[in-house]
């Protein structure tokens, strides 16, 4: 990985929140329904949403894309993340890197403005270097190993235009590997577990439902 150089990061533009913000991070398996938890989460409490995703590094010139471990947390920019994440816990608006997945490349920023709720996804979202300081509440989405590899199957077939056998090796030289080095422990961080395939409607009950007991207890302590 020592090809890579991180970018600086886009300034921030200020603005205000009345009151403190709560981070929740939601971890799990690649196509484990981590992203579709964090969209539902996000719409039902009007909240900022920063996938992981969007920090992948630029590919390297000259390197091709089966070349590179993309399920390592050093793939990301993970520094960049956490500074976002801080900084809309600072009530800053940032420019949020869009990631072409076709050409493994930036292309362009989105503003994100800060809100009470922030909704942090990604497969090492409660990788120790990933979670800020005052973050509130840590989700781990589980399911089957099966299942999830038949979603990303799918998934990178229709929308990154990948070859199944290319899927199935990067799945079991890499996916796995990072599945039990990284993304399985830090289940351990996680306040609450949901099945990526259980219910939605259920886990977004248990997951507000969770959320309102850490805004119950911040509220005591201040």
Avoid at 102 to 125: C, D, K, N, W, Y
Wanted: net charge negative; glycine share 6%; aromatic share 6%.
């Amino acid at each position: 990985m020592s090809s890579f150089t991180i970018k600086p990061v886009l300034g921030t533009l200020q603005t205000t929140v009345s009151e403190p913000c709560i981070v929740i991070a939601i971890a799990g398996l690649s196509a484990s329904g981590k992203t579709t938890l964090a969209r539902d989460l996000a719409e039902e409490l009007d909240g900022s949403l920063l996938q992981m995703d969007d920090y992948y590094r630029d590919i390297p010139a000259g390197a091709a894309v089966e070349e590179l471990n993309w399920d390592e947390p050093e793939i990301f920019h993970l520094d960049e993340w956490r500074e976002h994440l801080e900084a809309l816990g600072r009530g800053e608006s940032v420019g949020v890197p869009r990631y072409d997945f076709v050409t493994s490349l930036r292309s362009g920023f989105r503003e994100v403005r800060p809100s009470r709720v922030i909704l942090a996804e990604g497969q090492f979202a409660l990788h120790p270097n990933a979670i800020p300081n005052h973050h509130g509440l840590n989700i781990f989405v589980d399911v089957s190993v099966e299942d999830a590899f038949a979603r990303r199957l799918e998934r990178d077939r229709l929308e990154r235009g990948r070859s199944e056998e290319s899927i199935r090796t990067q799945w079991e030289t890499h996916v796995m590997p990072s599945w039990q080095n990284w993304v399985e422990p830090s289940r351990l961080r996680a306040d609450l577990v949901l099945r990526g395939d259980g219910n939605r409607i259920e886990n977004l009950r248990q997951a507000v439902r969770a959320l309102d007991e850490v805004q119950a207890r911040m509220a005591c302590i201040r």
